[in-house]
């Protein structure tokens, strides 16, 4: 038996043609759909990440924050009671300036000089005396400039002959009235480890 089909197969194929278009069209755009729901997926989880660091890591400038003002409260502290001791270790110093400062001048005082009076105004030593000669007066300006810890800056405010005694008695003396600073001694600087002891020569 012999079939013959009637249909137009031209335009049985051109429809073909049409719906497979379109179901590549559309498998196309779901595609594209899957591929950016993947990427909008992976992003999304990037930036979750990238969150997260970022809060960690303002959890950990806000800790490093607060130990860096503890320090610097510490340190301020430390500060304050270093002050306090000097404080203290001053106020001991200068509690104990007079007798430094009598003991000082017996010392530093040469022969042939006599102190008549002594006034501390502060840092300030006033002192008014007499002596046998220039020289020694010059020799009392010399100690307390190079020779005493506790004293510094001598200055001169002046000097003149005086004669005491009459007739064969005269003497002629030099009145003078000087100041000087006071100073504080620096510590002593502490002292060296001693040096490492020579190996003992091997025997022979």
Do not use: C
Request: hydrophobic share 40%.
């Amino acid at each position: 038996m012999i079939l013959i089909n009637l249909l137009p197969h031209r335009e049985a194929r051109r429809a073909q043609r049409k719906r497979a278009f379109f179901i590549g069209l559309g498998g196309s755009f779901a595609g594209g759909l899957l591929i950016a729901a993947l990427w909008y997926t992976g992003l999304q989880q990037v930036t979750a990440a990238q969150n997260e660091r970022n809060a960690f890591l303002r959890a950990e400038i806000a800790r490093l924050d607060a130990q860096i003002k503890d320090i610097a409260t510490l340190r301020q502290d430390i500060d304050a009671l270093k002050a306090r001791q000097r404080a203290v270790e001053d106020l001991q110093t200068d509690r104990n300036v007079p007798v430094y400062l009598l003991n000082e001048l017996t010392r530093q005082v040469p022969e042939g000089v006599y102190l008549t009076s002594i006034n501390q105004q502060g840092q300030t030593v006033s002192m008014r005396g007499i002596a046998q000669t220039n020289e020694r007066v010059s020799e009392l300006l010399r100690n307390t400039f190079y020779n005493s810890p506790w004293l510094e800056k001598p200055e001169l405010i002046e000097i003149k002959a005086v004669s005491q005694g009459t007739g064969r008695d005269a003497r002629r003396l030099f009145e003078f009235s000087m100041r000087v600073s006071l100073k504080r001694p620096q510590p002593p600087a502490a002292p060296a480890a001693p040096a490492r002891a020579a190996a003992p020569a091997k025997s022979s």
